[in-house]
Structure formats: C-alpha cells, structure tokens
C-alpha cells in the first residue's frame, strides 16, 4: 500500500518508479489517493492532511478483509510518511501491516512549514500551495466555503505560506483552533515510541523541506524503528550515480526492508 504525499497522486515519479520495481520483485502494489488529489474532486468541503489517519485505516481494513492470507506492506512518502508513522503509534500492537517505510516524513510540521517560507524552499512552497489554492476556489464554487471558514474567497491569493494556507483551512475545517493546534497534534515524532510495526524511516540532512530538529533521538523511537540519516537525498531523492546514468537507490532500498 502506496500513500503519495502534498498534492501528489498516481503520476507522481516516485510513486510510478517504486510501482514498476515493486512489481519486479513480486509484490502487488495499490495506491491510496488522499482526498480531492489525482482526478476527483473530493464532493465535502473537507480535505485532507498531515494527520488524517481515518481514511488510511478504512482502506488498510479493507484490503486486510479482501486479502485475509496475504501480508501487507506500507510505503509513504512525505506528508503519507508522516501520516503513516502516526498511524502505527495510534494503532500500535493492532496494526495489520507486517513492515512498513517511510521517506522524508515530515516530523515535527511547524519546523517544517516553517522551513518551506526560507531560502530556495519557497520556491518549493510557491509550486505546493499553487496546487492547493486552485482546489481551494473550486470547493468555494461548490460550498459556501465563507461560513464555513469565516474566510473571504478574495483572500485566497495572500495565503503565501503554509502557516497561512493551514491557518485559514486546513485548521478549521478539519476541527483545529489553529496551524499551530493541527502541527502540534498531528506531527508524527511524538508517536515514533508507541510503534509496534518493523519500520524503516529514511531521512538526509539536506533535505529541504525540513531542518536536522525534525530528526528523532534514539529516546524518541521504539525498538522496531530503523533510523536511516543519508548526508544527501534531498526530498524523496537519493539518486545515486550520474546525470545520464543514474541509480535509484531509494528504491533499491525499500525492496531490500520489505523483502
């Protein structure tokens, strides 16, 4: 099971690459859109984020029902990563997965959304909350969006940033007083020790979507965590090799856990 992350979806690289080399290795591999990303629009004027686990359980449940014999394995990226950790520190000893992976989770969020308003990272950002802002007019042409989030339609185009984007969105609609509210609860580090799933998490210091803080301490895991730290990779990367010749490491990698 395949959970992309910000406004990803089945075209994602990633996602395509660790497919084909999943398939290669003889696993069955399925996807798991978030809400409103790929090519359907999500019909409630909710969305989804860094923290939703509810639909993530429903759809590992189902495939654990539909496939009662066979193991199951979770892989995420980014913001799935960090939803993904969060979900097996909730589930803990309950969780239907036999191994599980996450790359680039983003950790601790309010570091991280703080991370993304810095440096060559904004460009990053610009591209991200892009994505989000057009889905953000099409649900104000669908819902009375204003009531709902006490937020004008007209002031869309000045959420620049994702402490603004989630302050004016993300939070409210989803049940949180504020970006600061839905950080703090949903940042998977504080769950890291209640971990009961051989887990893989593979992280590199350059990454720019995040500072080294967002790096757990060995307190902070649980025995069944693997800490992989790569001095580069960047985001979802680690591409070894050359420009015309490059190795993918990555997902080299994750085969090599799950198998």
């Keep these: 099971m395949l959970f992309h992350g910000l406004t990803g979806s089945f075209e994602s690289p ?23 990303c790929a090519t359907q629009e999500n019909d409630l004027p909710r969305s989804y984020h860094s923290g ?19 193991k199951l394995f979770g892989v995420g990226y980014s913001l799935g990563a960090n939803m993904l950790l969060k979900l097996l520190g909730e589930v803990g000893e309950k969780s239907l997965l036999t191994k599980v992976v996450a790359v680039s ?19 990053y950002q610009y591209r991200l909350l892009k994505d989000l802002k057009s889905t953000l007019y099409k649900k104000y042409d669908r819902h009375d969006m204003q009531k709902l989030l ?22 409210p609609i989803h049940g949180f007083s504020s970006a600061s509210e839905y950080y703090e609860k949903c940042s998977a580090k504080q769950f890291l020790k209640d971990i009961k799933t051989p887990t893989l998490i593979i992280h590199s210091y ?13 307190a902070e895991l649980s025995d069944f965590i693997d800490l992989e730290i790569t001095k580069k990779g960047g985001h ?12 993918y490491w990555l997902e080299k990698r994750i085969i090599e856990f799950l198998l």
């Design 236 to 247: 979802v990367g680690f591409v070894e090799g050359t420009f015309f010749k490059p190795e």
């Design 206 to 218: 350059d990454d720019p979507f995040m500072t080294p803080e967002v790096i757990p301490t060995e």
């Design 105 to 123: 989770p983003p950790m601790q969020l309010d570091i991280c959304a703080s991370s993304m308003n810095k440096g060559l990272s904004r460009y």
């Design 14 to 36: 990633y996602i395509q690459g660790i497919m084909q080399e999943l398939s290669k290795n003889g696993f069955n591999s399925v996807l798991m859109h978030f809400r409103g």
């Design 52 to 70: 939703e686990t509810g639909d993530a359980l429903e759809f590992i449940q189902s495939l654990h029902k539909k496939f009662p014999e066979s």
């Design 150 to 171: 006490n937020f004008k339609r007209s002031n869309i185009q000045k959420l620049d940033s994702f402490w603004k984007y989630d302050d004016a969105f993300t939070a």
